[in-house]
């Protein structure tokens, strides 16, 4: 789980991308295929693993 503090962040998950803002949270499954680029200001965000 990912929740955006400042700027932005762009996911690209099996090819579509996924825009994230300040305030924004994004869940991904264990193990998804993905990759991102922060915003044009950058990006400050928390990440936190769960365990299952």
């Not at 044009?40 to 299952?52: H, M, Q």
């Amino acid at each position: 789980m990912l929740h955006v503090i400042r700027g932005s962040i762009t996911f690209y998950i099996d090819g579509e991308p996924f825009t994230c803002f300040k305030g924004d949270r994004l869940s991904l499954k264990r193990n998804t295929p993905h990759s991102s680029k922060a915003g044009p200001n950058g990006c400050t965000y928390v990440i936190a693993v769960l365990k299952s």
